[in-house]
C-alpha cells in the first residue's frame, strides 16, 4: 500500500522553528481530513493536529496551540506543519495521517530533536 512520506524535520535549539512537510498518495489525501502525529520512545502516537480536507478547519493539542500551524496544498497532494517557539518536550518522530483511517499504512516519519 502506499504511504505518506514526511520530511523537514532537523535539529532546533530551543525557542527555533521547523517546518515539517508530509507527501500524502491522491487517495488518501482527496477529500479526507489529515492530521500530524508524533510519538516519542514508550508513549502511543499523540495528535498534534488535524485539518480538514477543504483546509477550512485546524485544531490542535493543547501543547500545540499558539506555537504549531498545520496547513496543506490540495493542489500538490501536501500538508505541512509550521512548528515555532520549539521545546526540548517537542522532540519525538512525526507522522501525518488521514485521520479516522487507523488501518492506513504509516509513513517513516521525520524525527525532531529540540536541544535546550
Known amino acids: 500500500q502506499e504511504q505518506p512520506v514526511e520530511s523537514g524535520g532537523g535539529s532546533a535549539q530551543t525557542g527555533g522553528s521547523l517546518t515539517l512537510s508530509c507527501v500524502v498518495p491522491?487517495?488518501?489525501?482527496?477529500?479526507?481530513?489529515m492530521a500530524w502525529y508524533r510519538q516519542t520512545p514508550g508513549i502511543l502516537r499523540e495528535l498534534v493536529a488535524d485539518?480538514?480536507?477543504?483546509?477550512?478547519?485546524?485544531t490542535y493539542a493543547d501543547f500545540a496551540k499558539g506555537r504549531f500551524t498545520v496547513s496543506r496544498d490540495n493542489a500538490k497532494n501536501t500538508m505541512y506543519l509550521q512548528m515555532n517557539s520549539l521545546k526540548p518536550e517537542d522532540t519525538a518522530v512525526y507522522f501525518c495521517?488521514?485521520?479516522?483511517?487507523?488501518?492506513?499504512?504509516w509513513g517513516p516519519g521525520t524525527q525532531v530533536t529540540v536541544s535546550s
Open positions: 491522491s487517495a488518501m489525501f482527496r477529500g479526507n481530513d
Open positions: 495521517h488521514r485521520r479516522f483511517y487507523p488501518d492506513d499504512t
Open positions: 485539518i480538514s480536507s477543504g483546509g477550512g478547519i485546524t
